[in-house]
């Protein structure tokens, strides 16, 4: 059998084996089943630490008995919380393992849950876990993440601004692309992604005095960004950003 090397080093089974990798922690953001799925995948080779909020935890361990593999790994997975953004004095995450250095916190966004929620644990969730972003800091500097972005809180300009990298929502160049090209029925907002483009978008709410580098990730194959010779591709790459590639990396 032949076994397809990754392009990645970093990312490689260790020596001597095929059934390892170097993945040892991993964070959530929301509950979207792309974000989840790989976990299932991931506990067939090693152990691993999950760091979500609360309510992420409450979804795969209620929602979906699929999830439940993930305690019964061997070992099982572990599972520690992320504070929100107002508890940011807080020393460690947490996790006594992980050295004071490394801070990392949620920080609500203002979306929704995932349509495959039942109501009444929806009801129970707190709405500010639903949609996160991730500020880490390490050795004075920071990371803000925020793969998805509805853009219904604010408070995500305030972390763009103080960050020295920012990895944000690319999903969609206007609101209306996957309606207009035939691939769906709901606008970029209504999946809770905020465009780059029109009033109110990214590229219009992006904080200009922001020092730190912008990057967008998580872009869907219908975003015309991805097409180096386009007008939008060198519109974004005018306003600041970069486009985040495979294999992409950052030194802080």
Request: aromatic share 8%; charged share 25%.
């Amino acid at each position: 059998m032949r076994t397809q090397i990754l392009a990645e080093p970093e990312l490689r089974p260790f020596p001597n084996t095929t059934s390892s990798t170097p993945i040892y922690d991993v964070y959530l953001c929301g509950a979207d089943v792309d974000s989840l799925m790989g976990l299932l995948h991931l506990r067939e080779f090693q152990t691993f630490k999950i760091f979500a909020a609360s309510s992420i935890r409450r979804i795969l361990s209620e929602e979906n008995a699929m999830f439940r593999v993930l305690a019964r790994a061997n070992p099982p997975v572990q599972w520690f919380p992320i504070p929100l953004s107002s508890e940011l004095r807080q020393e460690t995450n947490g996790n006594s393992e992980i050295s004071p250095e490394l801070k990392v916190v949620a920080v609500p966004l203002g979306g929704e849950y995932p349509d495959y929620i039942g109501e009444k644990l929806r009801r129970e969730l707190p709405a500010q876990e639903a949609v996160v972003g991730l500020a880490i800091e390490y050795r004075g500097k920071r990371l803000f993440m925020a793969p998805t972005l509805p853009g219904r809180n604010p408070e995500w300009k305030k972390w763009a601004e103080s960050s020295d990298l920012v990895l944000i929502d690319g999903t969609f160049w206007s609101d209306d692309e996957l309606v207009r090209l035939g691939r769906g029925k709901k606008t970029a907002r209504a999946m809770g992604h905020l465009p780059l483009i029109g009033p109110g978008g990214l590229l219009d709410q992006y904080p200009r005095r922001a020092p730190g580098r912008k990057v967008l990730i998580h872009i869907n194959n219908t975003n015309p960004i991805l097409d180096e010779d386009s007008a939008e591709h060198r519109a974004v790459l005018a306003s600041g950003f970069e486009i985040a590639y495979d294999g992409m990396e950052f030194s802080l």
